[in-house]
Nanobody
Framework: QVQLVESGGGLVQAGGSLRLSCAAS????????MGWDRQVPGKPRDLVAR???????TYADLVKGRFTISRDNAKNTVYLQMNSLKPEDTAVYYC?????????WGQGTQVTVSS
């Protein structure tokens, strides 16, 4: 079993910043990547950012230059620093963990950006 505990969501004004955190525990040997996805009601869940064990990062075009993903391997924790937030960033953000051929997501944390 893999447990992913997210924190850091909330309400922020446009132009503001938030930092999301996700701590992984349980059967987490063999992690290949961690990251964040987001979803708004009625739409598919979209990739926001990924970071591999080696530190390689990937970002959705919509967040490049504004969001930064990082991780603390010793703490099995991944972070998402979100700057210059826009109302269209409003969504439920889900922590992601890839392990071998399995994929895991957390329960999600709401991020709301007011205009």
């Amino acid at each position: 079993q893999v447990q992913l505990v997210e924190s850091g969501g909330g309400l922020v004004q446009a132009g503001g910043s938030l930092r999301l955190s996700c701590a992984a525990s349980g059967s987490i040997f063999g992690i290949t990547a961690m990251g964040w996805d987001r979803q708004v009601p009625g739409k598919p869940r979209d990739l926001v950012a990924r970071i591999t064990v080696g530190g390689d990062t990937t970002y959705a075009d919509l967040v490049k230059g504004r969001f930064t993903i990082s991780r603390d391997n010793a703490k099995n924790t991944v972070y998402l620093q979100m700057n210059s937030l826009k109302p269209e960033d409003t969504a439920v953000y889900y922590c992601y963990l890839g392990r071998f051929n399995d994929h895991y997501w957390g329960q999600g944390t709401q991020v709301t950006v007011s205009s």
